[in-house]
């Protein structure tokens, strides 16, 4: 006899979702179109984490008010991380005006210029039809790799996204280059200088080889004063989340989750859903408390 499956109960402050993209990255939808998105997923709590800019955050501020969500401002930072792994730290509640932030935004944009001036370059020079002007037409904010896979994609020299990064534009396809990057400890003392706090994004993307490695790879963080890890996100399983929050209480740290939803250009990925998944609000409230600390020791005065 089949048992019918309960639904499980919403937890009481609801659901959540901390990683997500807009137009002022590489996401499909503006601002306020991705706050529309988490009323109609009915999320109380959202922050925006586009790529090196905060340039989103106050449109988004300004929905998330209409739609009576609760809303911090992110960003999502590369840092320097040995091949094949990606490391990205995400900075919770920063103060979009802050100095050091809009500084640091202007040296990434001119690294990402640079590099993608010298993948356009490189393409050319194979026999590419493609130029900058085609790519900055994609694009309203962070410019990309995913901008120059669209144009891949609208010229036909690939069939999907995925095939354009596979093939091209990825870490050991044909026309990667690299970009200038922070080190983890300056990205995490940028985000505690703008007021924020700092979380390691899908640590599976550092592509450790066995679960010490990566463990010790987040200590190594935390001692330069990382504040919290993503355990739960689209790409892990559930394995390793169990994995990270154990490691996460290990070494003091904040546990948080997101979806990294971009749109449609990664269309298995549902704002406020990591694959089966939900994330509950106490992760949220997690932040908004240790981002309250974080401002009340600044204005106090720490010694
Ligand atoms: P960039 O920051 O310009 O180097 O581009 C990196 C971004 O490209 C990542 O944050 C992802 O959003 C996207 N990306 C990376 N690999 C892939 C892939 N295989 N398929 C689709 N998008 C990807
Ligand atoms: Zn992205
Ligand atoms: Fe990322
Ligand atoms: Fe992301």
């Known amino acids: ?17 901390m990683h997500c993209h807009s137009t002022a990255s590489d996401g499909e939808l503006s601002p306020s179109l991705v706050v529309q998105r988490a009323a109609e997923a009915r ?12 340039a989103g955050c106050q449109e988004a501020a300004a929905a998330a008010v209409k739609h009576g969500i609760d809303f911090l401002p992110g960003v999502e930072l590369s840092c320097e991380y040995p091949r094949p792994g990606t490391m990205h730290l995400l900075g919770y509640g920063v103060d979009p005006n802050s100095p050091t932030l809009s500084r640091m935004n202007e040296q990434l944009q001119e690294g990402r210029t640079d590099r993608n001036a010298r993948i356009i370059e490189q393409m050319q020079v194979a026999g590419l039809n493609i130029t900058m002007a085609e790519v900055l037409a994609e694009a309203q904010g962070t410019v990309g790799r995913p901008h120059i896979a669209k144009v891949l994609l609208h010229k036909g020299y690939v069939g999907t996204i995925k095939e354009a990064f596979d093939r091209y534009l990825g870490q050991g396809g044909k026309f990667y280059q690299d970009k200038e990057r922070l080190t983890a ?17 899908h640590p599976v993307q550092l592509r450790r080889e066995n679960l010490a490695q990566l463990a010790s790879v987040i200590k190594d963080l935390a001692d330069v004063g990382l504040d919290g890890v993503e355990i739960i996100h689209s790409d892990h399983r559930e394995s390793l989340i169990a994995e990270l929050q154990e490691m996460a209480a ?19 990925i549902k704002l406020g859903w990591a694959g089966r998944r939900r994330i509950g609000r106490e992760y949220f409230d997690g932040v908004v408390r240790a981002v309250a600390r974080r401002r009340a020791v600044v204005e106090v005065g720490s010694p």
């Not at 990205?187 to 505690?192: N, Q, T, Y």
């Not at 290990?250 to 997101?258: A, D, F």
């Open 1 to 17: 006899m089949k048992t019918k499956r309960r639904p499980v109960p919403a937890p009481a402050g609801g659901f959540v979702d």
């Open 43 to 54: 999320l109380t709590g959202l922050i925006l984490t586009d790529h090196d800019t905060v």
């Open 185 to 201: 400890t300056q990205a995490i003392g940028m985000v505690h200088d703008a007021g924020g706090v700092a979380v390691l994004a």
């Open 250 to 268: 290990r070494y003091g740290l904040l546990c948080t989750g997101g979806s990294d939803f971009h749109g449609k250009s990664k269309s298995h």
